[in-house]
């Protein structure tokens, strides 16, 4: 069985130098397509600078301003992912999640996560998420690709790679915070290596960083232990270094093992913009761009040559006299120039020749480009022509943005998962074994629902307090040997307690502390038992375009105020179905929202003639 060095150098020597034969014309190679993605996006030619005259080749990037476009049209934000019940007896789980969710995202900085993942997804097409769980919380981070080793065809069922570059004192600090084997380390420091990239060029001058490569995979638990008879297939991490030297022909390797252990999962999820057959890495910005950017940067330095070539002056003549002189370091203005008869000095033709051709033509495959990545001028935030209706602007914009409100979909059903699978199930065992209070900044419908439970659970819980110091204290009779504990002294103590909650809570604004045994009956255990099940998760921002949300929200307004809509059920369930199919509101959100209270009005008197409202059965506004 190979050992874990073996399986790593041989990884990275398929990974280096594979190819994938995706179809009979197609041949697929993730390292070298991701080197070309980060030298175009660097302005970078993969065939090198300099031509073979050693003119330096100009670089006309057209991928950057895409990339620009596609991460902006798929980025999501925090206020993106909401978390909602899909039954009305479920909103105590959803507050709960939401709550727990919202302090998640602030510690761990999610909204530069949700960046990083986007502009990620938009550049290469796809994104390695990797999710990690350990003493002080749940991690999550996107793995540059440039540091990751992975089989090309399936990245889920094979070992995934992650080369670490640190130094000395980042390695001795590993000791303490990652469990790293200090003798270990002390043997590995003694081989200093410079940073290199994976075809072994060094990246710069630095001789005190070592390289570790972080495998995960799930394989025999032999790895782990040594022992041939655990042959149990386990998922299990390993953190090793080597050092090669030569011996002859042969080259020899020393392995270090600098921390190992068994893990419950895979730490890794690969998203994509949108998944491609036979290869794990999708078609971005970049990767669409390929040939386009290549013409366009063909074009231009066709373009140049001949520019170069117009800007020259030369002179010709068959005098020999004048032979390796040059008009502009020989000749000074004034000088008479003598030469033998029909042996003049003419300048030669080399004018500006037609580059129009080359103009159009590098035109035509940028043109094809933006096609082929789905952006439009108007994206690209060009002026329109004189005379074009901002509302066709428009129209044009919202076309162009439709292809990429299915890649916000597929990001947002891939963050849902993760929380489903991920974040939620660590929120669930997390509080199952305390009792810790949850602070919360809440929506006014959240807090009036909240309040509502917590208002009665606490106001009788003070109430017991009050009975129970007065049989305590025995303070049951007042000097004249009335009661003190009476019908009309506990209604007037909890209407006194009632006022004081309040009181309290008001003063936290939007803000709320509180337990679930405070506003509920039930464990945390028992509350969160099935919690990633019981809510629906939606991160993939309906609300993206505001404008049609506040269209909708008042529209929604408008028939809500409509007098007699309180009696009107078919109307009811007219808003609550724009609402849901909107998005712009959750329907339940918007059904647990109380009725106002109306005051009863006193009857007309006899003979007057009854208004409109109390025409249509509902009390006169201003009596209401």
């Keep these: 069985m190979e050992t874990v060095g073996e399986i790593i150098r041989r990884m990275e020597d398929d990974f280096v130098s594979g190819t994938t034969q995706i179809s009979k014309y197609v041949t697929f190679s993730l390292n070298e397509t991701l080197e070309k993605i980060d030298a175009y996006a660097n302005s970078k030619h993969v065939s090198g600078q300099y031509d073979s005259q050693g003119r330096k080749k100009p670089f006309f990037n057209i991928v950057t301003a895409t990339i620009n476009v596609w991460y902006r049209a798929i980025d999501l934000d925090r206020k993106d992912v909401r978390v909602r019940a899909n039954q009305a007896k479920n909103w105590l789980n959803s507050l709960l999640a939401t709550a727990l969710l919202r302090d998640w995202m602030r510690k761990e900085n999610i909204g530069a996560f949700l960046n990083e993942w986007g502009r990620t997804k938009a550049k290469y097409g796809s994104a390695a998420v990797k999710i990690v769980e350990n003493s002080s919380g749940l991690h999550i981070r996107v793995v540059p690709w440039n540091t990751l080793i992975c089989d090309a065809v399936d990245f889920e069922n094979n070992p995934k790679i992650e080369v670490l570059e640190l130094t000395e004192a980042q390695l001795y600090d590993r000791v303490k915070t990652h ?191 933006s096609e082929a990545a789905g952006i439009s001028e108007a994206m690209l935030g060009a002026t329109p022509k004189s005379g074009t209706a901002w509302r066709q602007t428009e129209a044009v914009l919202q076309e162009s943005y439709s292809l990429f409100e299915l890649f916000r979909e597929n990001a947002g059903l891939e963050f849902e998962f993760m929380l489903r699978t991920r974040i939620l199930p660590y929120f669930k065992k997390k509080m199952l074994n305390n009792s810790d209070e949850i602070v919360a900044l809440l929506t006014k419908n959240e807090i009036d629902r909240v309040d509502a439970k917590y208002l009665k659970a606490e106001t009788s819980k003070r109430q017991s307090k009050y009975i129970m110091d007065k049989i305590f204290k025995q303070d049951l009779f007042d000097p004249n040997g009335n009661p003190t504990i009476t019908p009309e002294s506990l209604q007037q103590n909890e209407t006194k307690i009632g006022a004081d909650i309040q009181g309290e809570i008001s003063a936290m604004g939007s803000e709320r502390f509180f337990k679930p045994s405070e506003i509920s009956d039930k464990t945390w255990k028992e509350q969160l038992k099935d919690l990633e099940w019981e809510l629906e998760v939606d991160v993939t921002g309906e609300e993206h375009n505001i404008t049609e949300a506040l269209t909708t929200l008042n529209t929604a307004l408008r028939l809500v105020v409509t007098p007699g809509f309180d009696q009107n059920t078919k109307a009811q369930a007219i808003v609550g179905r724009i609402l849901e199919m909107t998005g712009a509101m959750s329907p339940l959100e918007y059904a647990s929202i109380p009725a106002p209270k109306i005051q009863p009005v006193a009857p007309s008197p006899v003979g007057a003639l009854p208004n409109q409202d109390t025409q249509l059965g509902v009390p006169n506004q201003q009596n209401a």
């Design 179 to 369: 469990g790293y084997d200090k003798s270990a380390v002390e043997e590995l420091c003694s081989a200093k290596k410079a940073r290199e990239t994976r075809d072994g060029q060094r990246k710069d001058n630095k001789a005190n960083y070592y390289k570790l490569y972080e495998i995960h995979l799930r394989g025999e638990k032999e790895l782990l232990t040594g022992k041939e008879e655990d042959e149990e297939m386990i998922y299990q991490m390993h953190v090793v270094s080597y050092v090669s030297k030569k011996n002859g022909r042969k080259t020899e390797y020393q392995d270090f093992t600098l921390v190992k252990g068994e893990e419950k999962e895979d730490p890794y999820l690969l998203t994509h913009i949108a998944k491609e057959d036979g290869r794990i890495l999708a078609i971005g910005a970049v990767e669409r761009l390929f040939e386009a950017q290549w013409m366009t940067n063909h074009s231009m330095k066709s373009i140049k040559d001949t520019l170069d070539i117009a800007s020259r002056l030369i002179f010709q003549t068959s005098n020999a006299q004048l032979l390796g002189q040059n008009v502009l370091s020989n000749v000074e203005s004034g000088d008479i120039l003598v030469h033998p008869l029909n042996q003049p000095l003419t300048k030669l033709d080399n004018s500006k020749q037609d580059i129009v051709g080359w103009q159009n033509y590098a035109i035509a495959w940028k043109q094809a480009g």
